[in-house]
């Protein structure tokens, strides 16, 4: 598939350009607190020429044989884009989770590390987060580790996802 730089590219989005569109896949989580899981997953990454990305994510569980069980995570936010590959991912989830990530975008590759979390009364406990985003060979990796209930900093998600 061929992927086009819109034309209102905003120029400190550039680092994260190849974000843009949708991406579908399958990835897996673990925590040292809840059973192993494989997942499907749909991320959307979409710009309007500020500099900035609107990010829409959806999951749900999948069974061995890859079909839906059931509905999962649901997160949004924004991806706001500085001078150098600087970004902040401003990020909202379905559990009564926000989130302020900081970070760095460069050659295919986006690294954030939470600055900020902050929950509802009814939210599980999670204090700090680490994720990254790869560009590798067309697909989208990511890796996101959480230190959670308890837990210390941890890999929690990881999945490969192709641009639809």
């Not at 989208?140 to 641009?163: C, E, F, I, N, S």
Request: proline content about 4%; hydrophobic content about 40%.
């Amino acid at each position: 598939m061929v992927f086009h730089l819109p034309d209102n590219l905003h120029p400190n989005c550039g680092p994260v350009a190849w974000l843009l569109g949708t991406w579908r896949g399958n990835g897996h989580g673990d925590y040292p607190t809840i059973e192993k899981f494989s997942y499907g997953q749909e991320l959307i990454f979409t710009h309007d020429g500020r500099p900035f990305f609107h990010y829409m994510a959806r999951a749900w569980i999948t069974d061995d044989d890859g079909n839906r069980v059931r509905d999962a995570a649901i997160e949004t936010g924004f991806l706001r884009c500085f001078d150098e590959g600087k970004v902040e991912l401003l990020l909202t989830h379905n559990t009564g989770i926000s989130e302020l990530w900081h970070g760095e975008a460069a050659d295919g590759k986006l690294e954030l590390v939470t600055d900020a979390v902050m929950r509802s009364e009814s939210a599980k406990e999670v204090v700090a987060g680490k994720r990254i985003y790869g560009n590798v060979n067309t697909e989208l990796m990511y890796a996101y580790d959480m230190a959670a209930v308890g837990q210390p900093l941890t890999p929690h998600l990881w999945a490969r996802l192709k641009r639809a």
